[in-house]
């Protein structure tokens, strides 16, 4: 997904820079990195995780990331609240103290894979060797990436990897980060990517879907709105086509 890089100062310039937030893919010894946020897929996995998994989806949350900064979680359970509400069943279930590695563990892109877990990570080169850019081969501007296993249409394994060296993860409607990182909306990026992570892919040509390839990062404002946090008409029909027997007869925005 790209995004759209606003600060105080930027803004008094005008001056806007894309930001890339990506999807990829793996298949046994074949890999494959969605990182075009120009390619209009809204569906990239019609089965999900399969009419026959348990679910739900365990989602284990890096200790690094809860250790920062306590609201991320919360921020990440509204996320995951969202799609089991639009669902109507609870697909996903977050667990946090139970993942302790951190993306620096990983010196690669798909290596979290090889993990039991299915999991969000941080990559940062402060506390250890690597990096954002060292360990998954990608620009610092990008700020996330979910990286999949998978057979045929139906996912295997997912993991979500958050640039933590370019941006500091908050709430844009509320944190300021004085330092040279931009703030990312924790509860928006972790919905976007937890659609990749559920089967969906980029709506291009929607702008108010919440897999649209773009959002704005920085402070939140009325002309330069950070923060998407509520499904489109189209998100709702797209999830509910992969998870079928749901009970829900209306979808609520979770803020």
Same mark, same amino acid.
């Given at each position: 997904?790209?995004?759209?890089?606003?600060? &105080?100062?930027?803004?008094?310039?005008?001056?806007?820079?894309?930001?890339?937030?990506?999807?990829?893919?793996?298949?046994?010894?074949?890999?494959?990195?969605?990182?075009?946020?120009?390619?209009?897929?809204?569906?990239?996995?019609?089965?999900?995780?399969?009419?026959?998994?348990?679910?739900?989806?365990?989602? %284990?949350?890096?200790?690094?990331?809860?250790? #920062?900064?306590?609201?991320?979680? =919360?921020?990440?359970?509204?996320?995951? *609240?969202?799609? +089991? =509400?639009?669902?109507?069943?609870?697909?996903?279930?977050?667990?946090?103290?139970?993942?302790? &590695?951190?993306?620096?563990?990983?010196?690669?892109?798909?290596?979290? +894979?090889? #993990?039991?877990?299915?999991?969000?990570?941080?990559?940062?080169?402060?506390?250890?060797?690597?990096?954002?850019?060292?360990?998954?081969?990608?620009?610092?501007?990008?700020?996330?990436?979910?990286?999949?296993?998978?057979?045929?249409?139906?996912?295997?394994?997912?993991?979500?990897?958050? =640039?933590?060296?370019?941006?500091?993860?908050?709430?844009?409607?509320? %944190?300021?980060?004085?330092?040279?990182?931009?703030?990312?909306?924790?509860?928006?990026?972790?919905? @976007? #990517?937890?659609?990749?992570?559920?089967?969906?892919? @980029?709506?291009?040509?929607?702008? =108010?879907?919440?897999?649209?390839?773009?959002?704005?990062?920085? @402070? *939140?404002?009325?002309?330069?709105?950070?923060?998407?946090?509520?499904?489109?008409?189209?998100?709702? #029909?797209?999830?509910?086509?992969?998870?079928?027997?749901?009970?829900?007869?209306?979808? &609520?925005?979770?803020?």
């Amino acid at each position: 997904m790209k995004l759209i890089q606003i600060t &105080k100062k930027l803004f008094i310039l005008t001056l806007l820079s894309l930001i890339s937030i990506s999807c990829g893919m793996q298949q046994k010894t074949v890999e494959y990195d969605d990182f075009s946020g120009d390619v209009n897929q809204p569906i990239i996995f019609s089965e999900g995780w399969g009419t026959n998994y348990n679910y739900p989806v365990i989602v %284990d949350i890096s200790t690094a990331i809860t250790s #920062e900064n306590s609201n991320l979680y =919360n921020y990440i359970q509204l996320a995951v *609240d969202t799609w +089991n =509400n639009a669902i109507g069943r609870t697909i996903l279930q977050l667990r946090q103290g139970t993942v302790t &590695k951190t993306g620096n563990s990983f010196s690669s892109l798909f290596l979290p +894979n090889n #993990e039991s877990f299915n999991a969000l990570y941080y990559d940062q080169i402060s506390g250890g060797s690597g990096g954002w850019v060292k360990n998954t081969g990608k620009s610092s501007s990008t700020i996330a990436t979910t990286i999949y296993n998978y057979k045929k249409n139906v996912i295997l394994k997912a993991n979500i990897r958050f =640039n933590r060296d370019t941006y500091y993860f908050g709430d844009t409607t509320a %944190d300021y980060n004085s330092s040279t990182q931009y703030v990312a909306d924790m509860q928006s990026i972790a919905l @976007h #990517e937890l659609g990749h992570f559920l089967g969906l892919g @980029h709506a291009v040509s929607e702008t =108010n879907s919440v897999m649209y390839p773009t959002i704005n990062v920085g @402070h *939140d404002s009325v002309t330069s709105k950070t923060q998407v946090i509520c499904l489109s008409s189209n998100d709702l #029909e797209r999830i509910r086509s992969i998870y079928t027997g749901g009970s829900a007869a209306s979808y &609520k925005c979770l803020n």
